[in-house]
Nanobody, 122 residues
Framework: QVQLVESGGGLVQPGGSLRLSCAAS????????MGWYRQAPGEQRELVAR???????NYADSVAGRFTISRDNAKNTVFLQMNSLKPEDTAVYYC????????????????WGQGTQVTVSS
C-alpha cells in the first residue's frame, strides 16, 4: 500500500519559514521523481518544486530562490524548505511521487499525499 504523508504545515507570518516533510512508504523511493505541488482556493494545482532521482531540482518561478527541495532516500522522505514566505504562498501543499514510463518500466505511477495546509498571514 502506497502512502505519502505530509507534515510541517501551519500558520506563519510573512517572511517566515516552514519546512515540509513527506514520508513515503510502499514504493521504492529512490526510483521516483518527487515533487511538491500546491493548490490555493479557486486556483488549479501547480508544481512548486521537483527533484529527480539524480538530485536535479527545478522550481516554479514564483518560488525560485526562496524554496529548496531535497530528499533523503535512506529515510524515504522528501522535504520542502520554504523561506521568505509570502501571503501568496498560502495553499494546500501536496507531495507527489512519480515514476514515468521508461525503457525499464512499462507502467506509469503517480501518487499523491493528502496535503498539508500552509497559511502565510500576519
Amino acid at each position: 500500500q502506497v502512502q505519502l504523508v505530509e507534515s510541517g504545515g501551519g500558520l506563519v507570518q510573512p517572511g517566515g519559514s516552514l519546512r515540509l516533510s513527506c514520508a513515503a512508504s510502499g514504493i521504492i523511493f529512490s526510483l521516483y521523481v518527487m515533487g511538491w505541488y500546491r493548490q490555493a482556493p479557486g486556483e488549479q494545482r501547480e508544481l512548486v518544486a521537483r527533484i529527480t532521482r539524480g538530485g536535479t531540482t527545478n522550481y516554479a518561478d514564483s518560488v525560485a530562490g526562496r524554496f529548496t527541495i531535497s530528499r533523503d532516500n535512506a529515510k524515504n522522505t522528501v522535504f520542502l524548505q520554504m523561506n521568505s514566505l509570502k501571503p501568496e504562498d498560502t495553499a494546500v501543499y501536496y507531495c507527489n511521487a512519480f515514476l514515468p514510463k521508461t525503457t525499464i518500466e512499462a507502467n506509469e505511477y503517480d501518487y499523491w499525499g493528502q496535503g498539508t495546509q500552509v497559511t502565510v498571514s500576519s
